[in-house]
């Protein structure tokens, strides 16, 4: 379509169409919670994945990328993300990042990650590992609690990065960025998990964004495998990565990935989320 520039700002009926597709890639990964453990392969969580998304009536929505024929993506360790799942078993102290999506029979996309550290391993590691999850974790909510705030998108960035940089040496991913979603999992405006400039489109109702913090314990600087997917760390240093689409409309903000809305997380900022109507 070219010439013709589709509005970022979604309708509220498009945004009430948003709900469902989001608590289905919710239940994707409370089911991959439920089955990670030392010892399961990457292709067994996807395939847990793909049984609650079509449980819920969805279908996986990473196959609509071209080439990619798996539910999740499982980065583990030093990948960051695009990790396809296979015959990898995870081990004790893995830190493993599991993305997923849903599409609902109307068309309407979600997207969300989180990252978990298996149990076990070198002691030291493993609290490095559960820290940085941490930080990344609490980075996002920091990055939804600013978007619930902000005028223009690029608030979102500079709080995720401010709240990082306070917690001690991390790195922040910068060729990889979060992405507004609607009809196409992948759409306008970049959002940048970093200060930028450019203050980016005005946080405005209608505006339904990707947030996705990655994060690493040593450098920002990564490679593509040669498997033509897998994003790895250049210096190997271990990753975490975090996401959730959230929506904002008239009366607040709701995250359509998280089963609350993203109540409990949002409760340290006294953010209540709202429901769109
Ligand atoms: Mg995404």
Redesign the pocket.
């Known amino acids: 379509m070219i010439g013709v520039r589709r509005s970022i700002y979604k309708s509220p009926a498009q945004l009430r169409l948003m709900v469902e597709p989001g608590l289905a890639t919710a239940a994707s990964l409370d089911a991959v919670e439920a089955a990670i453990l030392v010892g399961v392969t990457t292709l067994d969580l996807d395939a847990a994945a793909e049984r609650a998304i079509r449980a819920a009536g969805d279908k996986p929505n990473f196959p609509l990328e071209r080439g990619y024929f798996h539910t999740i993506c499982a980065s583990i360790n030093d990948e960051v993300v695009h990790g396809i799942p296979g015959a990898r078993v995870l081990e004790p102290g893995d830190i493993v990042s599991i993305?997923s999506g849903a599409i609902s029979p109307e068309g309407w996309n979600g997207?969300a990650?989180r990252s978990f550290v298996l149990p076990g391993g070198d002691s030291a590691t493993a609290a490095q590992r559960e820290e940085l999850n941490r930080v990344t974790e609490q980075s996002l909510w920091h990055g939804i609690a600013a978007l619930s705030r902000a005028v223009h998108l690029n608030e979102v960035g500079a709080e995720i990065e401010d709240y990082i940089l306070s917690q001690g040496r991390y790195g922040i991913l910068t060729d990889y960025v979060?992405?507004g979603i609607g009809r196409r999992?992948?759409e306008d405006p970049p959002v940048f998990n970093y200060a930028v400039r450019e203050r980016g489109p005005e946080v405005k109702p209608g505006l339904v964004v990707?947030i996705?913090p990655m994060v690493t314990l040593g450098g920002a600087d990564t490679y593509i495998r040669s498997d033509g997917w897998t994003i790895v760390t250049e210096d190997g240093s271990a990753a975490s990565h975090w996401?959730h689409t959230v929506a904002v409309h008239a009366d607040g903000i709701w995250v359509l990935t998280a089963e609350d809305g993203g109540a409990a997380g949002l409760a340290p900022f006294g953010i209540e989320p709202v429901r769109p109507a």
């Open positions: 993305d997207d990650a979060g992405h999992m992948h990707c996705e996401e």
